[in-house]
């Protein structure tokens, strides 16, 4: 059964070649999420380092998905953010490695990061990905709006250009909609 938990700064450091490993996956599936194909593992470290002091600093709230002993899966929520926006969060780097899709891991990662934006009062979400990708279909599958596309917004990992689709969730709409269910606390989603 897929568990997902919340990095500490140090934990991060410490997942660095687990998270080096699946960024550098979804590069070579093709994924747009800001590398090129040269990408390599010193690139990837690099990056997970600066998460990693964004979320010591608090700035970034990192989760990652773990099944059958190994990180297959993590997602970022932005929260340090300018001071006329402490009501929302941009989520940021949905990434789950091939061996671990189909499993829902991108279901439960999602659902976590929710949960720690209403925790912190963020009730406004925001993301960006590649125009006509798989992901696209995801958010829409769970229940994000489309707020529009730009157009070679950002570049695939092979150097074409890709248009960007933007999306938002009201999580205050999104639970007047749901009535009586509620959205689980983050202390629900992570085994104890």
């Not at 897929?2 to 500490?8: E, S």
């Not at 659902?111 to 720690?116: F, K, L, R, S, V």
Request: aromatic share 6%.
């Amino acid at each position: 059964m897929p568990a997902i938990r919340r990095l500490t700064g140090e934990d991060a450091r410490a997942a660095i070649p687990a998270l080096s490993a699946i960024l550098i996956d979804c590069i070579a599936d093709g994924a747009s999420v800001g590398f090129l194909q040269s990408c390599g593992d010193e690139e990837a470290a690099a990056y997970w380092d600066g998460v990693a002091d964004a979320v010591t600093s608090g700035h970034t709230i990192l989760l990652v998905a773990e099944a059958d002993g190994e990180i297959l899966g993590t997602v970022q929520l932005g929260v340090g953010l300018s001071p006329n926006q402490p009501h929302r969060a941009d989520l940021k780097k949905l990434l789950v490695h091939r061996r671990g899709r189909g499993r829902g891991l991108a279901r439960l990662l999602m659902t976590a990061a929710e949960g720690e934006a209403l925790a912190l009062g963020r009730h406004l979400l925001v993301l960006d990905t590649a125009t006509g990708s798989p992901a696209e279909a995801i958010y829409a599958r769970l229940g994000w709006s489309r707020a529009g596309v730009i157009p070679d917004y950002a570049l695939f990992p092979d150097g074409s250009f890709c248009g960007s689709t933007f999306f938002y969730k009201s999580l205050a709409m999104s639970r007047t909609l749901a009535g009586a269910m509620e959205t689980p606390s983050p202390s629900s989603l992570f085994p104890s």
